[in-house]
Nanobody
């Protein structure tokens, strides 16, 4: 059974950093496009970033460009989201998801498997 598990969330001050990790059991993350999404309190879930399985190409939504970096650690079978210069508006539950297709997309409905999410709170 395919399962995704996010970790690394927590409370951080504005301007701080966190690295989220998406782990898997039952399959090799390197064979999937992996996306990160987030849902802020009272709002819909939105895309954040993806890394494709075809060539590890990446993309980010404008609000996180230059601050967030997505990467693979194939030895650990994880995909990480390094988040720097965090802002209060980054506060959300962050989800990772896996897509069979080799080309990346920020469209959440393309993704087949989802984790349960990890809370990130940016506050002083």
């Amino acid at each position: 059974q395919v399962q995704l598990v996010e970790s690394g969330g927590g409370l951080v001050q504005p301007g701080g950093s966190l690295t989220l990790s998406c782990g898997a059991s039952g399959f090799n993350l390197a064979d999937y496009t992996i996306g990160w999404f987030r849902r802020a309190p009272g709002k819909e879930r939105l895309s954040v970033s993806y890394i494709s399985s075809r060539d590890n190409s990446t993309d980010y939504v404008d609000s996180v460009k230059g601050r967030f970096t997505i990467s693979r650690d194939n030895a650990k079978n994880t995909v990480n989201l390094e988040m720097n210069s965090l802002k209060p508006e980054d506060t959300a539950v962050y989800y990772c998801a896996a897509d069979h297709a080799p080309y990346g997309t920020l469209w959440e409905h393309a993704y087949d498997y989802w984790g349960q999410g990890t809370q990130v709170t940016v506050s002083s």
